[in-house]
């Protein structure tokens, strides 16, 4: 397997939400052929036509030409099963819901309907990879690429490597992010890995902050991006991610690490009205 900063010529991504669609964008667009695998045909539809929109709007903004983006476009198909992943395919990465039994089950399926030297990786933000390598039968071939959002702009990706994880797919994986421009940083796997945990206890301190009235969301995230150089602040960061995802992280580390990552009641409240942040239109700000 090459270590070049290349990128591998073939990528399956399993889901096309907003964070699968910007993983598949990303590698479509460095020249990888993607297989985006989806539940049912109109899912597979629905996240062509996003992944599309995506090349579009990055064609629009200057980051690729038109003929470039075009040409990733007719590099990107869409299945509805995953047993359709090209044998041949060099990596496959997860980007389903953050729930264990649905990552560790798709990607066993993947791992069935691949080529043993296939790298299989999870984009999860929080979950244990040594918890989701124990499902698969090859772990040395398996780590965490942990991307953000939005995918085609950010230049971070977190590997997370399991003790299983071999020292060929780390470096493998490597020279995959740097192919993308991206840079990696390398962790071990631990409960909510070195970003989620560090972001998750920003963002639950600013919704606290919210909740006992010390400032309103606008002051506390400007506090963020003037004094410290953030650039976006907390609680709008909470509001991109997704408020449900930040509360079903907030609960996992309270289970693994202890009360300081216990979800702040304002979070559970707007949680559960489906003021979910952008994606719903409303969360700390309005999005309409």
């Known amino acids: ?4 900063a290349v990128p591998p010529a073939r990528v399956g991504v399993l889901g096309g939400g907003r964070m699968g669609a910007g993983i598949a964008q990303s590698f479509a667009a460095a020249g990888s052929s993607v297989t985006v695998v989806e539940h049912d045909a109109a899912a597979a539809a629905t996240a062509h036509d996003r992944i599309a929109a995506g090349l579009r709007l990055a064609a629009e903004r ?3 030409d038109g003929s470039a983006a075009r ?3 007719g590099r990107v198909t869409a299945v509805a099963s995953v047993a359709e992943l090209p044998h041949g395919t060099q990596l496959v990465v997860e980007a389903v819901p953050e729930d264990v039994a649905l990552k560790a089950g798709l990607l066993a399926d993947a791992e069935q309907a691949v080529a043993a030297e296939c790298v299989l990786a999870s984009n999860t ?3 244990p990879v040594t918890e989701l390598a124990a499902a698969l039968k090859r772990p040395a071939r398996f780590l965490g690429m942990h991307f953000f959002n939005p995918v085609p702009v950010s230049t971070l990706v977190e590997l997370v490597t399991a003790p299983d994880t071999s020292e060929e797919t780390l470096t493998a994986a490597t020279g995959w992010t740097r192919a993308l421009g991206k840079q990696e ?3 071990s796997d631990s409960p909510g890995f070195a970003s989620s945990r ?5 963002g639950l301190e600013a919704i606290r902050m919210v909740e006992e009235g010390v400032a309103d969301p606008e002051a506390i995230d400007t506090a963020m991006r003037l004094g410290y ?8 960061l909470t509001d991109v991610v997704g408020l449900d995802v930040r509360l079903a992280i907030a609960e996992h580390l309270h289970t693994t ?3 300081r990552f216990a979800p702040p009641r304002l979070l559970r409240e707007k949680v559960a009205r489906g003021e979910l942040g952008r994606k719903t239109g409303q969360g700390f700000y309005s999005w309409h």
């Open 125 to 127: 933000s929080s979950l």
């Open 71 to 73: 040409a990733a476009t």
């Open 1 to 4: 397997m090459t270590t070049a």
């Open 198 to 202: 560090l972001g998750l206890a920003l």
């Open 257 to 259: 690490l202890g009360q």
């Open 229 to 236: 150089k953030h650039p976006m602040g907390p609680l709008r």
């Open 185 to 187: 940083i390398v962790v």
């Open 62 to 64: 200057g980051g690729l």
